[in-house]
């Protein structure tokens, strides 16, 4: 519980995967079955998005006749659950609290996300992550005066009414 909380270092480039591999030893298949889950659905986006810029008419054909799946798994992960998927692969409540952390990028909870968008998420942090100095709201401070010297304005809390571009 909150009175004695649990640390999990996460590390980048494959570090992530030793670490838990140290921490859980006695879960080795359900933490590479995982990362191999997460691979393999990062491979399936490439088939997601050639049915997305195919023409409409053939995309709902792939569809309709299942043929999609041919090209592509990506709609079976979409169509399990990040839980789903953590409960087929092991019961240890650490383990499954740790690779389902980071559900709060995407605001949905893991009974609640597909799969899909947790193994994104991991796929798309393996090589670590970068955080402005000072926060987020650094990035619009500085953009502020690059906006007023082109002649723009920067107001907060107030009425919009309309948008000018020009």
Known sequence: GAENPKQFPVAANGGF???LLERFPEEEKAINTFFLLVEKVRKS???????????????K???KTGLVNYFTDFFKYAGKSHQQTLDELTDNQDLKAVLGYCYGDYGTPPKDAPFMMQAGLFSHFENGGYYPIGGASEIAFHMI?????AGGAVLVRAPVTQILIG
């Open 17 to 19: 995967q030793k670490t």
């Open 45 to 59: 986006f490439v088939g997601y998005l050639a049915i997305k810029i195919a023409p409409l008419w053939l995309a």
């Open 61 to 63: 054909l792939l569809v």
């Open 145 to 149: 005066p690059v906006i007023e010297k």
